[in-house]
């Protein structure tokens, strides 16, 4: 811990750095509130906040920036989520006020409100299918040779998906085998969908059987979509060309962002501060997330990336504020 002195000069430069993305001289603490020493005192202080490892000295004449140790001692001692704005708390209230249509668009949209509040890149990662709870299932004919497996779950996803009908298999077959599945199927977990008992009729035995590889084998690839928007507006953010190279890069990989997002709240994180996340292309970002949920189920995750310099108490804000009425419009719907 530091002590009062330390603490005041090292959030005045976390502030001022923030706002400005300029190295911080001692000349700027001293006149900052809550700082009631000299200049030359500041400079003392801010010198072994630099041999403590909170600040660094980015060049020989230069003020001092935060390190990740400092912006992490800011976030977790210095300062609590803050609140928007009318404006954005009205845009928020308006947004799910009016938007309609399936779980995917919304997400989508979600993602695009999220960046919009906060000038950074938003990132809504769907419902994953393997602890999803079937509500209903159905087999549709499409054809002699076709049928569409129609599976409505708890995360609020609507899972379609093809099968070649088994040779011989007429509409009575498709509607004995939807009529077993529903009965027996509805209420368990999607990924360990497994076939009804024998019902003495082949043919929808196994079109039962070929229903519950399907919704199974669905249900342990997918990982969730990913909806991320206002990546140019984080990468704005940076100077250094490879740095927003990588970052734009990476986000592009939806297996990466996906675990990231996980990753952090696994480890009981709402804030992931440079190198913490683990992710070496976005050492210089950090990560803002909140799960949102559906009927008490956690059911996926948003959050905001950023420059490590990002406004947290803002983000912490949006981001929750967002997940919020995000859980309980799904919820809802």
């Not at 209230?93 to 890149?121: C, I, K, N, W």
């Amino acid at each position: 811990m530091l002590d009062d002195r330390k603490t005041a000069i090292l959030r005045a430069v976390v502030r001022e750095y923030i706002e400005t993305a300029q190295p911080v001289g001692s000349g700027h603490v001293a006149d900052a509130p809550g700082v009631t020493v000299s200049s030359a005192t500041v400079r003392n202080e801010m010198a072994a906040l630099e041999q403590e490892g909170y600040l660094r000295q980015p060049h020989t004449s230069a003020g001092r920036v935060p390190t990740d140790k400092g912006y992490r001692f800011f976030v977790d001692h210095l300062t609590q989520p803050g609140t928007l704005d009318a404006g954005g708390r009205q845009q928020v209230v308006d947004f799910f006020t009016t938007t309609h249509g399936a779980l995917e668009q919304m997400l989508r949209d979600t993602s695009r409100l999220l960046s919009g509040l906060t000038d950074y890149a938003a990132v809504v990662t769907g419902p994953s299918g393997e602890a999803a709870v079937v509500r209903s299932v159905q087999l549709v004919a499409l054809s002699a040779h076709a049928v569409m497996v129609v599976a409505v779950l708890s995360n609020g996803t609507v899972e379609n998906q093809q099968l070649d009908l088994p040779d011989g298999a007429t509409d009575g077959v498709v509607a004995g085998a939807s009529a077993r599945l529903a009965s027996h199927l509805v209420g368990g977990g999607l990924a360990s969908a497994s076939s009804p008992p024998p019902s003495g009729d082949a043919s929808v035995d196994q079109l039962c059987e070929l229903t519950c590889q399907a919704l199974v084998a669905r249900a342990s690839s997918d990982e969730g979509q990913v909806f991320v928007r206002g990546a140019s507006r984080m990468a704005a953010s940076f100077d250094a060309v490879d740095v927003v190279r990588n970052v734009l890069l990476t986000l592009e990989q939806q297996y990466v962002v996906v675990g990231l997002l996980r990753d952090v709240l696994d480890r009981g994180l709402s804030v992931a501060i440079g190198g913490e996340h683990g992710v070496e292309p976005l050492a210089a970002c950090s990560v803002v997330v909140a799960p949102y949920v559906i009927d008490g189920q956690t059911t996926g995750t948003i959050g905001v990336l950023g420059p490590t310099r990002m406004n947290y108490p803002h983000a912490l804000a949006a981001v929750e504020v967002v997940s919020e009425r995000l859980s309980q419009r799904l919820s809802e719907s």
